[in-house]
């Protein structure tokens, strides 16, 4: 099957700095890239869709400015939380679609703490 | 947002038991898509299904379509530790790029 990949798998950053997270689709390319929130024991949270070489679209209550979303081709996207706080903490997973029937393919999702 | 009823939430069975669970929509969707996701990882595509009324299976799972386009199940046979984790069901409900809709999940516990 088709393969996502993010890094890092884990972050420890202090609060008010910045986090780059990075996701790439290795093996295909992805026309979508879709960004993701789990909290402990719950279901998944679409936080934004991008598409390549156009701007995110965000769900709402979902700050853009503090989470960055830059799709710059068709195999990496890139999240940033900027200014962090102890409660962006969480479970952040990227999702990748594309093939020929458009499938969606998660990444390994990247832990992020804030302290 | 827009979310499917997905049964039950969570399931105790004996090893070598068969497992049933499933999702209902208040809408018809195109695509049915069946995740596990293990602890600290993300989800993984288990099966996939495009066509009312499809069948297919991967392995000890077999998982349908419903033909109201708004259900689907997915069966596990013959269960082993390693099938422990959580079952996601997902949907879409039009072509193009529209963000798949998620059940809460299910969560698998098998004991030896």
């Known amino acids: 099957g088709a393969v996502v990949s993010q890094h890092p798998s884990r972050v420890i950053c202090k609060s008010g700095t910045s986090v780059k997270i990075e996701c790439r689709s290795l093996?295909?390319?992805?026309?979508?890239m879709f960004w993701y929130r789990q909290f402990p024991k719950q279901s998944l949270m679409l936080m934004a869709t991008?598409?390549?070489?156009?701007?995110?679209?965000?769900e709402q209550g979902v700050e853009k400015d503090k989470f960055l979303i830059n799709h710059a081709s068709l195999t990496l996207s890139t999240l940033t939380v900027t200014s962090a706080h102890p409660e962006d903490s969480s479970f952040y997973i990227c999702?990748?679609?594309?093939?020929?029937?458009?499938?969606?393919?998660f990444g390994p999702g990247t832990r992020l703490t804030v302290t | 947002g827009q979310q499917l009823n997905q049964s039950p939430q969570s399931m105790f069975i004996q090893e070598g038991e068969d497992v049933s669970m499933n999702c209902t929509s208040s809408?018809?969707?195109?695509?049915w898509l069946w995740y596990k996701q293990d602890p600290g990882e993300g989800p993984v595509l288990l099966i996939a299904?495009?066509?009312?009324?499809e069948l297919t299976s991967n392995g000890r799972l077999t998982a349908q379509f419903g033909i109201t386009r708004k259900d689907s199940f997915l069966n596990i046979s013959a269960s082993i530790p390693s099938d422990v984790g959580i079952y996601f069901c997902?949907?879409?409900?039009?072509?193009?790029?529209?963000?798949?809709?998620f059940g809460k999940g299910t969560r698998l516990s098998v004991i030896a």
């Open positions: 999702s990748a679609r594309g093939g020929g029937r458009g499938e969606q393919y």
């Open positions: 093996d295909f390319q992805a026309t979508t």
């Open positions: 991008s598409n390549e070489g156009s701007k995110a679209t965000y």
């Open positions: 809408s018809i969707f195109n695509t």
């Open positions: 299904l495009y066509k009312a009324g």
């Open positions: 997902a949907g879409r409900n039009l072509l193009g790029n529209t963000p798949l809709v």
